[in-house]
């Protein structure tokens, strides 16, 4: 399975950006997708996971009520919807799958390259 991330780039603060995370293909071990980010010197932490089959979300604190997540089956592709970005959004965004909903990155078997987001003050 391979995931490819795309969509990021500079925005200003308080703008948007539609992060797109297409999958070669689904199977057991790609019911969910998720999203985490890393930004310089950082962990990579979790900031949305969806599952296929019903679209069940799950949102990191620091992003609820900010972004979206959906999927589009007939593409194959998670989208990640980020609105009024904020400065400490900044960071590489990488989409990864797995056979559970988790917020921890260990149960994801497959991860895209990531896609670099910037967001100025």
């Known amino acids: 399975v391979q995931l490819q991330a795309s969509g990021g780039g500079l925005v200003q603060a308080g703008g948007s950006l539609r992060l797109s995370c297409v999958a070669s293909?689904?199977?057991?071990?790609?019911?969910?997708v998720g999203w985490f980010r890393q930004a310089p010197g950082k962990e990579r932490v979790f900031v949305a996971a969806?599952?296929?089959?019903?679209?069940?979300?799950l949102y990191a604190d620091s992003v609820k009520g900010r972004f979206s997540i959906s999927r589009d089956n007939s593409k194959n592709t998670v989208y990640l919807q980020m609105n009024s970005l904020k400065p400490e959004d900044t960071a590489v965004y990488h989409c990864?799958?797995?056979?559970?909903?988790?917020?921890?990155?260990?149960?994801?078997?497959?991860w895209g390259q990531g896609t670099l987001v910037t967001v100025s003050s």
């Open positions: 969806i599952r296929w089959r019903d679209q069940k979300s």
């Open positions: 990864a799958a797995g056979p559970e909903f988790a917020t921890d990155l260990r149960p994801y078997e497959y």
């Open positions: 293909e689904q199977n057991t071990h790609t019911s969910y």
